[in-house]
């Protein structure tokens, strides 16, 4: 049976990116990497790294120096307790200046070559597969495999859209979302087959039926299995893409997880303004905009409405920046306990400080300067006993 497994791009989705990274101290792994990396392994995906390094190409790196960085990376994700099945990169771009790396390749994303060669020396199921990255390249390249995909859509970091590009299947803030994502489009797709079961086990019976017994009652026996069985029908093909799109987005428990399988800036949006807003191309086909210089004085709206029209854009522009700023901080490293750790860690510190500047004293006896120290040391168990819970909440 073939395996289902997730592809990650490398820079920006795992790890930060400076530019070209040639030290292997130069790996970071992103914040949440580990966990979300972790629950997918649960899961029971495998993961494969693909990512484009034409800084071989470029002579800015060599593939020894890139194995050292995949060994380094490994290393750092082997102490959070996750192993990478595999990694592939493409060293190849057409404009580099090695020679023999200096040209086109099937393997460098958007082109799907590496996810196509670790499907077939995995035993990959690509329909049951996932891309995530944070590039429109990413997506593409997924998407040409026959994977579905979700792209991180970080704030602050726009991703520039070519018109070829492929729309992603999701989107979310974080690698933590993303996780959060494939997590409920696998919850809904066992809900959907459980409930095509319950279906067919109710309708079984009267398939047995003989000809004789169905005949008093054709229309009542028939119809209304067939309408109840339409979902079944839809049961997850394999390699139907959106599939579980709908079913995911009505069934999102919160908002926040509703809102994180919308397609960006429009999707808080009345579908009334939706085109308005999407894109600055759009906006300048507004009917209020681009009817105007042949409108006739007299049925010209005025001024007041162009102005509030022009308002209802931006508010809801702003609208859509502050939700995409809440799931980002939702799925990011703060927490309660970890905004007491760093309250109390101030505390322990003024504890110590004042421990030292009674020790000076010499007014002070040394009951005081214990005294402090063991507040300063109580105070400290007390800040690991709250990263311990944060990292816990997680
Ligand atoms: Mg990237």
Redesign the pocket.
């Known amino acids: 049976m073939s395996h289902k497994a997730v592809f990650l791009?490398?820079?920006?989705?795992l790890i930060s990116?400076p530019g070209y990274i040639s030290d292997p101290a130069q790996v970071q792994l992103l914040p949440h990497v580990g966990h979300s990396l972790a629950m997918l392994k649960k899961m029971g995906y495998l993961l494969v790294v693909v990512?484009n390094q034409s800084g071989v190409a470029r002579g800015i790196v060599t593939e020894q120096t890139l194995e050292q960085i995949h060994h380094h990376l490994k290393k750092l994700l082997a102490d959070e307790g996750v192993y990478l099945d595999a990694i592939y990169y493409c060293p190849y771009h057409p404009e580099g200046t090695v020679a023999k790396y200096t040209r086109e390749s099937d393997l460098r994303k958007p082109q799907p070559g590496m996810l196509l060669k670790a499907a077939e020396e995995l035993d990959i199921d690509l329909s049951q597969s996932w891309m995530i990255?944070?590039?429109y390249r990413?997506i593409a390249a997924g998407s040409r495999a026959g994977c579905r995909t979700i792209l991180l859509d970080t704030p602050g970091k726009p991703q520039v859209r070519e018109p070829d590009d492929p729309e992603p299947d999701r989107r979310a803030v974080n690698l933590r979302e993303a996780v959060n994502i494939l997590r409920m489009v696998e919850f809904q797709q066992k809900a959907q087959a459980a409930r095509a079961e319950l279906q067919e086990a109710a309708i079984e019976p009267k398939e047995k039926q003989t000809p004789q017994e169905q005949k008093p009652q054709p229309q009542e026996a028939v119809e209304p299995a067939q309408t109840e069985f339409k979902p079944a029908a839809a049961k997850p093909s394999t390699a139907e893409k959106p599939k579980a799109e709908p079913l995911v987005n009505a069934a999102a428990p919160n908002p926040v997880q509703a809102e994180s399988t919308s397609t960006p800036l429009v999707s808080a949006v009345n579908p009334d303004t939706e085109q308005k807003i999407s894109t600055p191309s759009a906006r300048q086909e507004t009917p209020s905009q681009a009817a105007l210089p042949s409108m006739p004085a007299g049925d010209m709206p005025p001024s007041g409405a162009l102005h509030t029209d022009k308002t209802h854009q931006l508010l809801e522009e702003i609208l859509h920046h502050f939700k995409l700023k809440h799931r980002y901080e939702q799925y990011s490293e703060f927490s309660v306990f970890m905004l007491l750790a760093w309250l109390v860690q101030v505390l322990a510190v003024f504890c110590l400080v004042v421990s030292i500047w009674f020790g000076l004293d010499r007014t002070r006896g040394s009951d005081a300067v214990q005294t402090m120290i063991g507040y300063a040391i109580a105070l400290q168990l007390l800040v690991i006993a709250l990263l311990l819970m944060h990292d816990r909440s997680k």
């Open positions: 791009d490398r820079d920006d989705t990116d990512t990255g944070d590039s990413d």
